[in-house]
């Protein structure tokens, strides 16, 4: 189904710890974070003197099926999982990046896009600076080493004061584990307390799965640094205005996770309830597009008093659909990972709830699929607004001509899906699902253009395309 749905980011780890084998938990926390990325994995370890990093292509159990990176005495080991929003899918843009510098040697894994990567990499090549890759992460990485400050943490604070974007970083050296979250907060990442170790993750799932206690997100403009004198807090920069991406909460973080005091899980089952308020359908079965819309379907049965059904059933060994390269090929791959179940909707009128539609390829081909098992009708129901805008914060997302709700009204969508009716979730219901997060603290850039940090409009695609950045009613239509 990833052929119609935002690309997840990336996702981080890292933990400091004597008492714990570092790499294997780095392993486990990968895992649990396999979600946000499943091009590319890396593990970098250090103990104390020096930094060893393991990276391939492919998902965390592929990349160390054999083994894991290993020195005697490590104590400190940061991870990465990646899918590329910048930068193509290849070996040397894999993450976590490790370089030597004057000051010793430096680890960093990024979550995130860096807004005007591009002017800085342009301005350190004219100034001599070689980049290894084509990832706007290596720019971090050349500001820090550049940097004349002192202590590392000023060379981290140094290099930050000259992007822009998105970034959550986890950055090591010998004998200290930083994290960063930017002004913005744009993407999560929590502190957890083990044993006598800290932990560092995009989301908290990963602390459960190694058995860290949860302590803390680390807050918008804040670097943590961990160290054999503990943990430390700096603030370096004002917090801007907060901006969490809203899609964490619709389909890119594990429902299991807590991210800024808000249950990921709660907040889709809310969104299940708002979608039945507005609404308003009546059917025989709620059904879900699994798993990403089957929280959202269950809150709607839960409000409608529709019973839930499994009318579609997942190949979950199917791997990963996007890597099809052929347009064939992901027509094909749409039809073995997903099933409809003659039995549960024949005859029947459903209601089918998913989290999001980007293009719109694979509801039409969903849709079908209901009718050909013997749906009477199908009422679409989406626990998003419409997306009308692209993301310039570490989303992959096209160009904005080609997102569907961007030159479609809400009724020219339903037509092309085949569906007999079609319901967006509001702004306003999407705001209230998730309770515990202030309006003003989340970015909806995607659904209403109201862009919260700057975006890399000023380079030449965006002043020769002005259809594919105006701005437009985010009701789609």
């Not at 993450?95 to 005007?116: C, E, K, W």
């Not at 507005?278 to 929280?295: C, H, L, M, R």
Request: net charge negative.
């Amino acid at each position: 189904m990833e052929t119609d749905k935002f690309r997840e980011e990336c996702g981080v780890f890292g933990i400091y710890s004597h008492e714990d084998d570092v790499a294997l938990n780095s392993y486990w926390g990968l895992y649990a974070l396999q979600h946000r990325g499943q091009e590319s994995a890396g593990i970098a370890i250090s103990d104390g003197a020096w930094m060893d990093v393991y990276r391939g292509m492919g998902l965390v159990g592929e990349v160390f099926r054999h083994q894991l990176p290993h020195m005697d005495g490590q104590y400190i080991s940061i991870g990465h999982v990646r899918y590329s929003t910048t930068g193509s899918s290849l070996l040397m843009n894999t993450q976590p990046l490790m370089v030597r510098y004057s000051g010793g040697h430096i680890s960093l894994a990024h979550n995130g896009n860096l807004t005007n990567a591009k002017e800085l990499r342009r301005r350190m090549e004219e100034e001599g600076s070689v980049f290894q890759t084509s990832i706007d992460s290596e720019v971090i990485v050349n500001l820090i080493a550049r940097s004349r400050k002192a202590s590392l943490e000023e060379k981290v604070v140094d290099s930050l004061r000259e992007v822009e974007g998105a970034y959550c970083l986890v950055v090591m050296t010998e004998t200290k584990l930083i994290g960063v979250r930017d002004p913005h907060g744009f993407r999560p990442l929590c502190i957890g307390k083990l044993n006598a170790g800290w932990v560092i993750a995009s989301e908290s799932c990963a602390l459960d799965t190694v058995g860290a206690e949860f302590v803390r997100d680390v807050e918008p403009g804040e670097m943590v640094v961990i160290d054999e004198n503990g943990l430390s807090s700096h603030r370096f920069a004002e917090a801007k205005r907060r901006a969490l991406c809203v899609f964490e909460y619709i389909y890119f973080a594990r429902p299991d996770s807590v991210i800024d005091g808000q249950s990921v899980q709660q907040a889709r089952f809310e969104m299940g309830r708002q979608l039945a308020r507005e609404s308003k359908y009546e059917a025989d079965i709620v059904i879900s597009v699994p798993d990403s819309g089957t929280t959202a379907a269950l809150g709607f049965s839960r409000e409608s008093k529709i019973p839930f059904g499994e009318g579609l059933m997942k190949n979950r060994y199917i791997g990963r659909t996007f890597i099809q390269p052929e347009q064939k090929k992901r027509d094909l791959s749409v039809k073995i990972k997903l099933n409809a179940v003659k039995a549960v909707v024949e005859g029947k009128n459903v209601i089918m709830v998913d989290d999001s539609i980007v293009r719109g390829t694979t509801s039409g081909k969903i849709v079908r699929m209901l009718k050909e098992a013997g749906a009477k009708a199908v009422h679409m129901c989406v626990s998003s607004p419409p997306i009308a805008h692209p993301c310039y914060y570490g989303i992959d997302t096209s160009v904005r001509r080609d997102l569907i709700a961007a030159t479609k009204s809400v009724e020219e969508i339903r037509q092309m899906i085949g569906a007999d009716s079609l319901h967006y979730l509001s702004l306003d219901g999407l705001y209230q699902a998730v309770k515990n997060v202030k309006y003003n603290d989340m970015c909806y850039a995607c659904f209403n253009g109201d862009y919260p940090a700057s975006t890399p409009c000023e380079n030449e695609t965006c002043a020769s395309n002005k259809f594919i950045f105006e701005r437009k009613d985010s009701n789609g239509g």
